[in-house]
């Protein structure tokens, strides 16, 4: 049996994928080719290309006046790519953050340089929540203590921070929040598919695919058409949604092994149900890892109860001079990529769609065992 395996990013792919891809590797459905030598222009890539973009609409229902895009350069891109093609629209050139962690920090930092950035609200500072004390990034700004700006040209959030491990549970109606005109930008990079996402509510979504929906080199970015054409003159061809929306994702050519192994974990994912159903089993497997860790004297979690995320799930020994043997021992049972960010130490485990319920089973059986022998 494989390892299991609780990467942050690039991470676990779904076994039946791997051997899927394996089996193909030097001849993709007997066209005598593998897909990574084949034209972006052929007839074969383009059918995957096709199946990728249809697959991940039917699983997603993603409405018909919204674009879906295969873009490169990851999330980190899309955080001066989304100012470059969005802040110009309406003429303001402002825009708006919700800080919660370090990837919102940086999506901030870098958007600074496109126009009037603003931090509507941060969990940057430590702060007493519900009457309990809580450390920086460890809790979801609430809604009603954001400052929205309404000639803003959108509003951005993180929609999960896969270093801190806090979730926004469920979108913010921009409407409900007295800025019905401002477009909701979010980045869903580490739990892209793991949950249903409701497009009344987001205007454009991302995600970097290699922590939840394939391989490190593709980024989805789903955007509602009129947002598209409004693109600052410094954007680069490249990267001006106009032209990679007009092209089907092959302005140049695209990252195409990674857009195709996105396709198959599309394919995988309908397979076990759609999104619904890998959402109940990402419920189950958050579940069965906190329950464990509050019942515990010897671990502990630090996120606020509400902002818990299901995807990434920090978590501490009481005796830090553990780490290093928890860590080694973890290893050799079979529970791989455990360490925690640098920048929150610890342990981390991300337990995304490819990571069954049975290798969090695994996990809390080593974690209870170890609390055993060193407890
Ligand atoms: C990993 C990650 C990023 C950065 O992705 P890259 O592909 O390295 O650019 C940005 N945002 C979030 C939420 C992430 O998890």
Redesign the pocket.
């Known amino acids: 049996m494989r390892p299991w395996n609780f990467s942050a ?1 690039p991470s676990a792919l779904p076994l039946e994928v791997l051997q899927q891809a394996a089996a193909e590797m030097t001849d993709w459905h007997g066209c005598g080719m593998s897909v990574m030598e084949m034209s972006h222009r052929g007839k074969q890539f383009t059918q995957i290309r096709d199946e990728a973009v249809a697959d991940l609409r039917e699983l997603l229902a993603i409405p018909d006046d919204y674009e879906v895009l295969f873009m490169q ?5 899309e955080n001066a790519i989304v100012p470059m093609n969005l802040i110009g629209r309406g003429g303001a050139h402002k825009a708006d953050y919700i800080l919660s962690g370090i ?1 919102s920090s ?1 999506s901030y930092k870098e958007a600074q340089r496109y126009g009037d950035v603003s931090i509507a609200a941060t969990s940057g500072e430590a702060a007493d929540i519900d009457g309990v004390r809580q450390e920086p990034w460890t809790w979801f700004p609430a809604t009603t203590e954001w400052r929205l700006r309404s000639d803003a040209a959108y509003l951005h959030l ?1 929609s ?3 270093i801190g491990g806090v979730e926004f549970p469920s979108w913010p109606d921009m409407a409900a929040l007295g800025a019905p005109g401002v477009p909701l930008v979010v ?1 869903a ?2 739990h892209f598919l793991s949950r249903a996402i409701d497009f009344s509510k987001a205007a454009l979504v991302y995600a ?1 695919a ?2 939840n929906a394939g391989p ?1 080199g593709v ?1 989805v970015v789903i955007v509602r058409k009129d947002l598209i054409g409004h693109a600052l003159p410094v954007c680069p061809s490249a990267f001006d949604y106009v032209n990679v929306a007009a092209s089907g994702s092959m302005f140049n050519t695209p990252p195409t092994y990674a857009i195709y192994i996105a396709g198959l974990v599309f394919k995988w994912l309908k397979k076990q149900g759609g999104v619904a159903a890998i959402e109940a089993a990402n419920i189950a497997k958050a579940q069965a890892l906190y329950d464990y860790l509050d019942g515990s004297g010897f671990y502990l979690n630090r996120i606020h109860a509400g902002s818990r995320s299901r995807m990434n799930i920090p978590f501490f020994l009481h005796d830090e001079s553990l780490n290093a043997e928890f860590l080694a021992q973890a290893d050799k049972s079979g529970l791989m990529q455990l360490k925690g960010h640098k920048s929150v130490g610890g342990m981390r485990a991300s337990i995304y769609n490819a990571v069954p319920l049975q290798a969090v089973q695994a996990l809390v059986s080593f974690m209870q065992e170890f609390e055993r022998r060193y407890g």
């Open positions: 990013g350069g990851g999330a980190t891109a990837w940086k993180c999960n921070e896969t980045d990079s580490s970097g290699q922590k490190a980024t």
